[in-house]
């Protein structure tokens, strides 16, 4: 009999997922006696009665490294250890599935399983480890905020998405003499709002890592315009970038709405408008930097498959890619260090942080 790896993805779906996981079936092809299957829509696929699973075979995964999404689906709410299960009544009652799990990869033979998620994932990834699981990761987030590896593929893609957003809302904001404030995701990481607002040349770049004073932003605005309201300014904010209100409330979510309203109460001279750029930075076909991470990340997964490295995650570490182990990526975000020379770079060309 073959041996048999599966392939879960999880969490949101990202651009290079399909370039990781046909790297993952080509590099496996090498292999005489090894085949890859792989489980729909997160773990439901392995889970399921009856299962859903999809033979990944070299004609299935036949240039897919050009599409955005996955051609397996993904799910970011199917957690083995507390997987929601549909009840005779109708209810759905969260069950802890993973001997179900370890059975099933058992009785079908599969000898390692390749987990391609986010920060959760793999604290997902390590406990079905420590359960006894053959399992591998791979890193994937556009928020690159997942630690030890330089670079999650799908990053360089969204962050190339919002520039493009940046460079059209800045014509319209200079016809107009407006202000545009454009919402990228980034709940924890302002990584996609830092990079583009550098290579987009945003005026006022805010992101989770710094609180910023609405004051502030304000007077960076003002600078932008002359006595006769000539000017334009753009402002380029992470989801999950907040500031504090009046009566020292957190503002958080919704942000762009927030800071737009902000200033149409504080009277600000120009016109406002907002833009939520959110799911076009996680579709799309991946550009040439992601397919190549991720095809790197899907080769080296196999190959720590092979050595029987269970219990780590491949790596993209000072220009080469490597592994680690799982309990050392979990639990720590890659947020934005605030000595990174990206925010020295920003501030050197007057992009304020709301400071
Ligand atoms: O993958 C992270 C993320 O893209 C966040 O930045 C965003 O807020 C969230 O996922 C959106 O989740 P969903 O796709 O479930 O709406």
């Not at 999809?54 to 799910?75: A, H, R, S, Y």
């Amino acid at each position: 009999m073959k041996q048999r790896i599966l392939i879960v993805n999880s969490g949101g779906d990202c651009p290079g997922m399909n370039a990781v996981i046909r790297a993952i079936v080509k590099r496996t092809h090498l292999e005489s006696n090894w085949e890859v299957i792989g489980s729909i829509n997160g773990f439901d696929g392995i889970l399921s009665e009856p299962l859903e699973l999809m033979p990944l075979t070299q004609e299935k995964v036949e240039d897919i490294q050009t599409l955005g999404g996955t051609i397996l689906t993904t799910n970011n709410r199917r957690n083995p250890f507390n997987y929601p299960v549909l009840q005779e009544d109708g209810t759905i009652k969260k069950i802890d599935y993973t001997d179900k799990l370890i059975y099933n990869l058992k009785v079908l033979g599969f000898d390692a399983l390749i987990h391609i998620g986010g920060n959760e994932s793999h604290k997902i990834s390590l406990k079905l480890y420590e359960k006894g699981v053959n399992i591998i990761g791979i890193p994937k987030t556009i928020n690159n905020d997942l630690a030890i590896t330089d670079y999650s593929f799908g990053f360089q893609t969204a962050a190339q998405v919002a520039t493009e957003a940046i460079d059209k809302l800045v014509t319209t904001a200079n016809s107009h003499n407006r202000v545009l404030i454009l919402e990228v995701m980034g709940r924890d990481a302002g990584w996609i709002a830092l990079s583009s607002a550098i290579a987009g040349g945003a005026d006022v770049c805010l992101i989770p890592e710094i609180q910023f004073n609405i004051d502030k932003v304000v007077e960076k605005l003002k600078s932008r315009y002359t006595a006769e309201g000539r000017g334009f300014a753009n402002i380029v904010v992470a989801e999950g970038a907040y500031f504090k209100n009046e009566n020292g409330e957190i503002i958080k979510g919704n942000i762009a709405r927030e800071i737009a309203s902000k200033l149409r109460d504080l009277n600000f001279e120009a016109d406002i408008r907002e833009t939520i750029l959110g799911h076009l930075q996680r579709g799309g076909t991946p550009i040439a930097f992601d397919r190549i991470l991720a095809t790197q990340l899907g080769v080296k997964s196999v190959e720590l498959a092979l050595d029987k490295k269970f219990g780590t995650m491949a790596i993209h570490k000072n220009s080469d890619v490597s592994h680690i182990n799982l309990k050392k990526v979990i639990n720590k975000y890659n947020k934005v260090d605030l000595s990174h020379n990206l925010i020295h770079t920003a501030k050197g060309i007057g992009i304020s942080f709301g400071d």
